[in-house]
């Protein structure tokens, strides 16, 4: 008589344990990568001691999105802040690097990478953390090129953080190493989750990113074949935009610098100005900004960098983090956190109520 009490408290008992975990897995997956909150991510000052130009007025009439604070320490500064969350809608789902006990749907292009469904709204944006920079707003070109590294190499309008193109083994284009998988959820509705979404950007765990063009930045600013406008700010000062120019023809890798620079008329510059383009449709190392033409303070690029993640490894890092745990600690969490495996290892979501 007693067994369909104790089962509906068993299932609500499960429920919990899920919850719990999923609020356990999302914190070490941000602290996994190295993301801090942005009070403690703010770059310094970077002490420009800069004259104001042709950009110094661009970007302080520049629109953001609400997502987006901004801020300026003195007449060449401008510090970003953001909330780490974009101001568009994500796809409901994604795909991620399998973790243990997760059921593999499908592996990435070209790096092979197992890669498992993992929700949005239940684990990625419960995760994302925000950041900040400060940017020399009076830019110029510096006498060499310095790489970019993994990790934020620019703002964006959305609120979000701009990443180089690779990702995985840090020579692969992100881009180019996609995956897909289309199922039925549990409203009996068709869902496909991506590495990379149509915006070509995704978390690594703490930080949501672009790598390459983001048609959900640019087409708040764009028409769809007019010109590119201003969709963001490089860590050397020098604007990003999409990959149209003035007269709204796409803008091919040829035409652009190592850098992905090129200096020409622009919507907000017509006189000309050096900036950056993200190029449509391209899936190569192009896709992205591969090294900056001005000049980044190395606490500002080192700050960055800590928000960048080896996606590939991620769920051994949150493992890792908690091997000196005390043995009892650690293996209640092992526990739970297998347990909120086989929750969600048919790739399906998890019941309403437990995220």
Known sequence: MNAPHTAAAGSATNRRRRISTLVYITAALALGCGSTSPSSSSSSSSGSTGTPNAYTAVYKAMTRGNTVTITYPSTCEMTVTTSGKPNYTPNAYYLAPAGTGQTVVAHTSVTNTAVAVISYAGMIA??????????????TLASSTTATGLGAIGYLISGTAMFNPFEMDASTAAVADNASYTFTDSNGMSQTAYFLDQCDSHSNGSTWHAHGNPNCVTSQVDTPTGPSHIIGIALDGFPI???????????????????NGITSVTPEFPSGAYHYVLPIGVTTKYASINCYSGSVPAGTMAKARKLACNMKTMFAMIESQHQNEPEGLQEKKQKAKRMADVAMADGSPMPPGSM
């Open 241 to 259: 935009y999409g990959g149209r120019d003035i007269n709204g023809n796409v803008i091919s890798v040829s035409q652009l610098d190592a850098c």
């Open 126 to 139: 419960p995760s994302l953390q925000g950041s900040s920079a400060t940017i020399d707003i009076c830019p």
